[in-house]
């Protein structure tokens, strides 16, 4: 299944704010075309990715969201500059990091991106608006909150992700969802979007577990840690250097390795041969062994890495301006399952693939 961007785009919010139009042109922004969502899993035949989608187009659909449901522009450009320090296959730099867990290590260098772009300077002065006001959209609870809310990030990366990887999500789904999703007050007393239905809102907790559960099993892990390991061997022998990972594209890099992977003759470094190994590994392997301890011959990976699910709300009284509601947990013993069997699950303690 394809996506098709402008219909879900228009059910994100039917009217598109142009005023992002300028920001979405600058070259800050453009770079995230080639940076792919999922985490390097489009280059790879261990997963069979049903279309590639970028950080760019993620960060359109976290502004819309979000004018959708504030029509406030500087959160909607907040949310729209939100992953500009997104390197090439994105979380991946995570596993390079060792922050698997929490996966936010290149966040703190998003404002200091964003201060140091003078295109951006230019089109947040002609708006009237300051750094502080876009440099951090974590200040905004609809653009970003903490797990397991749900947020206009979560939002729109569980959308796409089901609709790649296994086909959980689709677009009637999609707005069917959509539709019914309000701005609630949560047990903090911050806005939130939450769902005014609760089989709606019950479907959705169903179904934001099976994407979930996509980045729990060790093949996720397999592909993001191998890949982490690939980029390392590379700038450690020169076929890359560090800040390649913030200027070419992931098809570029790929094409990088592909034109070094074939001639194996001129060099014999250590990290050379293990970047061949683990590069030649990841772009042929088709299935990974689950193990209790690791193999021989194989590269193997046991670590844990960030839960993404989502505990949505769901209204419980109409008040104004914002309805109470409660986590859909405390209502719905079927979502109450859900949200255990995902907390709860583990896969085998190694996840291995043979080396080519």
Known sequence: MKLNKNLYYKIL??????????????????RLSGVGLLCGTDWTPLYHNNFF??????????????????HDRIQTIAGLLHDVSTPAFSHVTDFRK???????????????MLRA??????????????????????????????????????????????IIFDGSWNMAAVEETYRDIVVCRNENGFPELGFATEEIAVDYCRRCCSVGLVFQRNENKVALQLMAEILNSAVLCGVIKEK????????????????????????NSADYKHFLRC??????MTHIEHTRSPLTGYFCVSIAVK?????????????QPLPEAVRIDKVSTKAADF??????????????VKYI
């Open 339 to 352: 949200i255990h069997d995902f907390i709860t699950f583990t896969d085998s303690c190694y996840g291995c």
């Open 307 to 319: 839960k993404r699910y989502i505990n949505p709300l769901v209204v419980t009284q109409k008040k």
């Open 244 to 267: 390649d990972c913030f200027v070419l594209s992931e098809k570029q890099l790929i094409t990088r390795f592909e034109s070094v992977a074939e001639d194996i003759g001129t060099r």
């Open 117 to 162: 772009d003078a295109a951006l300077a230019a089109c947040l002065e002609s708006d009237g608006i300051t750094y502080d006001q876009v440099d951090d959209y974590h200040k905004y609870p609809i653009a970003d909150n903490e797990v397991p809310g749900l947020s206009a990030d979560r939002l729109e990366y569980m959308f796409p992700s089901g």
């Open 279 to 284: 590069f030649r590994t990841f772009r042929t």
């Open 13 to 30: 919010s039917p009217e598109f704010p142009h005023f992002i139009d300028k920001y979405i042109t600058l070259s800050l922004l453009q």
């Open 53 to 70: 989608y970028s950080r760019l187009d993620h960060s359109i659909g976290v502004a819309l969201i979000i004018w959708n449901f504030t």
């Open 98 to 112: 060792g922050d698997a867990l929490t996966q936010e290590s290149t966040e703190t260098e998003n404002g200091q």
